[in-house]
């Protein structure tokens, strides 16, 4: 080997052997509790604020992130010049008179200057407290009372009014700062009078133990929770992700390893993704708008190598290439392309679990036919150099897994609470189980209680929820150990998760039986024409549900079927309509017993959202604020 070959390969990342889960069986024999070891050493000190300036002294030309311009050109910022501005804006924050302990909201999309002032927030020894951009003025009150935050920053002249008409009972806000009208340049300035002695005194006093952030779990019923999370929490994720996912973080493909991150930074898994870029010294760009054009040309400009995305998200792209599709008259070449990219992924699937051959060749060669007709289509909406998807939020399903897997989009789905830092399991590299949501991260111990509860344990497990009158975080484990999650779940023989659904959620009929409404929902969401789908039948003889429309799918349909003046009350009682979503009501009862099915359904002429107050921030379903509002709908189902 010539030296500059033995240099290459001694540089090359190492890949970590994948180690198998140790497993602890039951008296009858099922696994009720898997575990799988650390990948990474614990960090023993130092913390998040580090990041930077370490990036800043090991590579300082390297580009950590990049910045989109005014012309939509993307601008590189390296470790070196990310650190400066950290230490700027960190000293401005000082300057300010912020004491260590003190917590800071940041209430923005995503953007940049929220990554920089999280860090920054973190070098002057503070906390950071996120809320959602889109939060009303009552759950941004709360946030910033419970919290105690002596500042907030806001993006924008709207939220600023937000929280300035709720500054009177906010006792504990002392400063209010906006990103669109210079907030970062003003602290800049005024830190020019900070030694940087004092950011790095700041930064030595913190430890891995040391609270990083309150997360606010958005909750489906009363107020929202902080969630006090390290720095070592952080920590303990990141690393072990990093190294588990070696094929997402350090990329082996001719595109380096970068990532768009659109889903919020109020929300625990995006910030832990842009925490784990910045510590893998992996490429980040920040997309604020979700708007489907906005989106695509963002990912189109930025060509991220892989992405974080909420099943909705891949569900969507999926939609839309088959609406586009049958606009061309090629509906059917699709659906054909579709099942074979599912049957290829099944197949790479089984022969890397030692169960088949593989895709033969016959396989192999339809799925080249319909590389440049379906699958490169597919892959240019994600912006062309897409490899992997890290997916959570909810199941992605069995069928999408595969297509995408089939697709040339390899699917790592995890699982994980805002407790938990993230994401607790993961689906392994090259040893994936479609439908399921993976292994344990190392580090991390799954158990299932009798009553089917997920429990977990692991570094990344939260410090406990806050208590705002001792400003201190209050630990919530069972047996000194086990997180329990809420959620519903099982192990398979050879540790794979599989979540089932929400404890709480659980409805009762009227005759005695149990059903999980969580696959009957996520199966019919994936639906072109659903939107968002609530299954009811908690004391009642039988299982109904109640369904929205997605705008996309039903504009879509409308204009296929020449219905686009038909007024929605109208639509909703159409047969056509109706005679489509019947047929995705039986596919979804395929999956459950007769006792389980849903046997009727109403159309609601509007959707569930945010703003209605029926949806959470991270989207899920506040089934008692929509039992309460369509009452009468649900009292229908059971007349009819």
Not at 285 to 293: C, D, L, M, N, V
Not at 598 to 614: A, C, N, W, Y
């Amino acid at each position: 080997m010539s030296t500059s070959a033995a240099a290459a390969a001694s540089a090359a990342p190492t890949v970590p052997v994948l180690v198998e889960p140790t497993k602890v069986r039951a008296a009858d024999g099922t696994v009720r509790e898997v575990s799988v070891p650390l990948f990474a050493p614990t960090v023993r000190g130092g913390s998040l604020a580090d990041i930077p300036f370490d990036n800043a002294r090991e590579a300082p030309s390297e580009a950590v992130i990049s910045r989109k311009q005014s012309d939509s050109t993307w601008q590189d910022v390296t470790a070196a010049e990310f650190a400066e501005e950290v230490q700027a804006v960190a000293k401005g924050l000082i300057a300010e008179g912020l004491q260590a302990g003190d917590r800071v909201a940041i209430m923005a999309r995503t953007t940049y200057e929220w990554t920089l002032l999280d860090f920054a927030a973190w070098a002057a020894g503070l906390v950071t407290v996120p809320v959602y951009p889109t939060s009303s003025a009552f759950q941004t009150r709360w946030i910033l009372q419970d919290s105690g935050a002596v500042a907030c920053a806001v993006e924008s002249k709207e939220q600023g009014r937000l929280v300035s008409q709720e500054r009177q009972q906010l006792g504990d806000l002392a400063h209010l700062w906006q990103f669109d009208t210079g907030a970062i340049g003003r602290l800049k300035s005024l830190g020019k009078q900070i030694p940087d002695e004092e950011v790095a005194a700041r930064r030595s006093t913190l430890r891995p133990d040391s609270p990083a952030t309150l997360i606010y779990t958005s909750g489906t019923t009363g107020r929202p929770k902080g969630c006090v999370l390290t720095h070592g929490n952080f920590f303990a994720e990141v690393d072990n992700a990093i190294e588990l996912l070696h094929p997402v973080f350090k990329s082996v493909s001719k595109y380096p390893a970068s990532t768009l991150l659109f889903l919020p930074l109020s929300h625990v898994f995006g910030r832990m993704v842009a925490v784990g870029c910045l510590r893998a010294r992996v490429r980040l760009g920040h997309a604020p708008s979700i708007q489907t054009e906005d989106l695509l040309a963002d990912l189109a400009g930025f060509k991220p190598s892989f992405l974080l995305a909420i099943p909705y998200v891949l569900e969507k792209v999926f939609n839309t290439g088959r609406a586009t599709a049958e606009k061309m008259g090629r509906a059917s070449s699709f659906d054909r392309a579709a099942r074979i990219a599912q049957r290829y992924g099944e197949a790479v699937e089984a022969a890397e679990h030692g169960k088949g051959p593989g895709p033969g060749p016959g396989l192999r060669i339809a799925r080249a036919l319909y590389d440049p007709l379906v699958y490169r289509r597919i892959r240019a909406a994600l912006g062309g150099h897409v490899r992997y998807a890290i997916c959570g939020g909810s199941p992605l399903g069995h069928r999408l897994a595969a297509f995408y897997a089939g697709a040339g989009i390899e699917i790592f789905e995890g699982y994980g609470l805002t407790e938990t830092t993230a994401a607790a399991t993961v689906t392994p590299p090259l040893k994936p189980r479609l439908g399921t949501v993976g292994w344990p991260l190392p580090g991390t111990a799954v158990r299932i209680a009798d009553d089917g509860e997920v429990l977990l344990s692991g570094g990344q497990v939260f410090q406990g929820y806050w208590d705002t009158e001792r400003s201190v975080a209050v630990p919530y484990l069972e047996d000194g150990n086990w997180f329990p999650t809420g959620d519903l779940g099982a192990l398979d023989e050879d540790g794979y998760l599989t979540i089932t659904g929400r404890k709480k959620d659980i409805i009762i009929t009227s005759g005695g039986k149990n059903v999980i409404p969580a696959p009957l929902e996520d199966w019919l969401r994936a639906h072109p024409l659903v939107g968002q789908c609530m299954v009811v039948g908690d004391n009642r003889p039988f299982v109904t549900a109640l369904i929205t429309l997605e705008p996309d799918g039903l504009a879509h349909w409308r204009r296929m079927r020449k219905k686009v003046d038909v007024p929605i009350r109208e639509l909703v009682d159409d047969e056509e309509l109706r005679a489509a979503l019947q047929r995705a009501v039986d596919e979804a009862n395929r999956l459950v017993s007769r006792a389980e099915s849903i046997r009727k359904f109403t159309v609601l002429p509007g959707d569930f959202t945010e703003q209605s107050g029926h949806l959470t921030p991270s989207l899920k379903l506040k089934r008692d604020a929509i039992t309460r509002d369509f009452d009468a709908e649900i009292e229908d189902l059971y007349r009819r």
